[in-house]
């Protein structure tokens, strides 16, 4: 007997958004004065320049030289500084070319070390991805004058795309990445758009035209027909080997403009990012967009509505520099004795005690798409692990925690994640960061339930409730109707493979709203899916069909009335809630034929995904289940 257990996830942001893509225009702004040719790119170095690779069991690095900071930031005008990211689909080059402008401005040394210098924790450089956006100060020298450059890498992965957003935030201006052999592909569409709408300059790279296979005149009509932009906007590098990169940094200069932030207002900053310090507390990134702040200045951050005394501020270089002064225009960061990364809430303003001013709009807060238990291996270990969970939700805002406990595995945490990457990576830190080892139950997606019961909507306090915990959902004679979230997915292939993909979708109950042709043989396709359908094993699957080619992203679509059925597991005749799981009905009636009969079979067979089969493991016992 099969059960089919969880799908799963993976995809990417932004789909819907084809109806424009003929229509959209990009608006272009140029930085003034900077008409002229520009000279080669000239390394500049500087006496504090420190050079030498980063630490990687951190994900920041506090410079302990003393040199105490002869930057002078104030010699760097609003006109002479660029703030830019750089976004693209997982695995093009950010990462690679971030290195290479890093080595070109003498921000890091020419070696072999030097790989994916902003790729700091452990687990990025395992896996060879970015999770965590990393913010670095270059200085270029162009047409004789010396530049700020304020780059943010950013993750390529759907999971993280929240990072993405709120690092163009800081930004004027985007290195659009795309693989010259790959071309567009699902990532490359949802990040665009993020630029797009935030209405940046975006500047279109080509990456890899080293490889035999790149087709970068392929690309660049993709990048016309889908994005809008002519192809003469586009440049042609090879990030490992350093081809045309100058140019890169050149067309930054000249197609981005500076920020249009005034010295003479009051002191505003937005909080881009924050990380914590367990000697320090919170380190703020921020952003200037006013004014300008100074070691011993008090400031209040607008939402929580406290004053902090600044103890250190600085630059990213991309290890810590202190400097005396941030100035309008500047991106930096600022420590200021807050004990908490909810006191440094990411999209807030900071500002001068003296001098309160309206706050920034911020950003939307990031929302858990998956949900699951945490427990300890052993419940003598329940202490340590609780503190292990603490100090990395401290480093990472966007992971919920709710207290959770059961008569099996005894007491843990039910978790929210941006999605099952994040999960993974954030379990993977604790095992690698913390030494902690864990019991982590079937990922859920948060479904909602509309109540009839009177005596429940009493206990809850409202009708709608939102359920994480499938052991808490509620029975059907209790509720008007159960909800299930939904994503509009974009998919990516070559049309060798659209039918089998076709088939893949409407096998996870997907409703197809889009497809158009990209180029001659790529197809981008656009479905509704059920969260629950895509949340494990969706992308495993499309790649494998694709032989690798197809891309997948994803964005949040609401809910929509389902019909949702709990089946309950039983260890020797009684439920056990861990392992509760929530079904569509139409899936349920394939797998199990009579409802209300108690299937068993042996826990290998019956536990398809690895969070079941360690559950079952842990009690070695045979099992069955019922709905
Ligand atoms: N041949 C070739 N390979 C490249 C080039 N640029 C990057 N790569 C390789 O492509 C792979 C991915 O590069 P990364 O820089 O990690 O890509 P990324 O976009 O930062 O990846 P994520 O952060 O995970 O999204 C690595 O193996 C790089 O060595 C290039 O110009 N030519």
């Known amino acids: 007997m099969q059960l089919l257990l969880r799908p799963l996830v993976i995809g990417g942001s932004l789909a819907g958004r084809l109806s424009r893509v003929k229509v959209c225009r990009i608006k272009r702004r140029t930085a003034e004065g900077s008409t002229q040719p520009c000279q080669p790119c000239t390394l500049i170095r500087h006496s504090w320049m420190k050079t030498g690779s980063v630490s990687t069991d951190s994900t920041r690095q506090h410079s302990s030289s003393p040199h105490k900071d002869d930057i002078d930031m104030s010699k760097f005008p609003v006109e002479r500084i660029r703030n830019f990211s750089i976004i693209a689909h997982i695995d093009h080059g950010k990462s690679t070319l971030a290195d290479r402008l890093l080595e070109m401005t003498g921000a890091i040394a020419k070696t072999e070390r030097n790989k994916q210098v902003l790729d700091k924790l452990q687990v990025e450089r395992e896996r060879g991805i970015t999770v965590k956006a990393q913010t670095a100060s270059l200085f270029y020298q162009h047409d004789g004058e010396t530049y700020l450059l304020n780059l943010i890498d950013t993750p390529g992965h759907v999971d993280f795309s929240y990072e993405v957003s709120r690092s163009i935030s800081a930004c004027q201006g985007v290195l659009l990445i795309v693989d010259a052999n790959q071309g567009i592909q699902a990532q490359t569409v949802a990040n665009f758009y993020l630029a797009f709408e935030a209405q940046l300059t975006i500047i279109p790279v080509l990456n890899k035209i080293d490889l035999k296979n790149a087709d970068p005149d392929r690309v660049e009509k993709q990048i016309e027909k889908i994005f809008d932009i002519p192809k003469e906007e586009c440049i042609r590098i090879s990030a490992k080997l350093g081809t045309n990169v100058d140019q890169v940094l ?233 909800l299930e979230p939904m994503v509009t997915g974009t998919i990516i292939t070559p049309d060798d493979f659209t039918g089998k993909i076709i088939s893949l979708c409407l096998g996870r109950r997907a409703i197809q709203k889009n497809m158009v042709y990209i180029d001659d043989h790529r197809v981008m396709m656009k479905y509704v899916f059920p969260l629950n359908e895509i949340v494990v094993d969706f992308y495993d699957q499309l790649k494998s069909m694709s032989s690798g080619y197809a891309s997948f992203d994803y964005e949040d679509a609401g809910y929509e009335p389902a019909e949702l059925i709990k089946i309950d597991f039983l260890l020797n005749g009684r439920p056990v809630e861990e392992l509760t799981t929530i079904s569509h009905g139409k899936k349920i009636n394939k797998s199990y034929p009579k409802k209300g009969f108690i299937y068993s079979s042996s826990c290998l067979q019956l536990c398809k995904t690895g969070y079941e089969r360690q559950i079952w493991q842990k009690f070695k016992s045979d099992n069955c289940f019922r709905y």
């Open 250 to 482: 050149q067309e930054v200069v000249k197609r981005i403009p500076p920020p249009t932030a005034k010295l003479e207002e009051p002191f505003k900053a937005l909080v881009f990012d924050s990380t914590f310090d367990h000697y320090r507390g919170v380190i703020a990134n921020i952003a200037v967009f006013g004014g300008q702040v100074c070691k011993g200045d008090r400031i209040v951050s607008a939402h929580m509505g406290k004053t902090y005394e600044v103890n250190e501020l600085g630059i990213l270089r991309p290890d810590e520099r202190p400097t005396e002064k941030l100035y309008a225009g500047q991106v930096g960061y600022v420590v200021a004795g807050m004990k908490e990364v909810k006191e440094a809430q990411i999209g807030d303003t900071l500002y001068l005690h003296k001098q309160p001013v309206e706050a920034l709009p911020g950003f939307k807060p990031a929302k858990s798409m998956v949900f699951a238990g945490i427990y300890p291996m052993d419940q003598s270990e329940y202490t340590s692990l609780r503190s292990a969970v603490e100090k990395l939700t401290l480093n990472d805002s966007s992971v919920t925690v709710q207290r959770d406990s059961s008569l099996a595995l005894g007491a843990g945490w039910r978790l929210g994640f941006l999605g099952l990457l994040h999960m993974e990576v954030f379990n993977q830190r604790l095992d690698q960061e913390y030494n902690a080892s864990v019991i982590v139950t079937a990922p859920t997606v948060p479904y909602k339930a509309v109540l009839s019961s009177a005596k429940l909507i009493k206990e809850y306090g409202e009708e709608v409730v939102t359920i994480v915990n499938p052991a808490q959902f509620p029975d059907k004679s209790q509720v008007v109707q159960y």
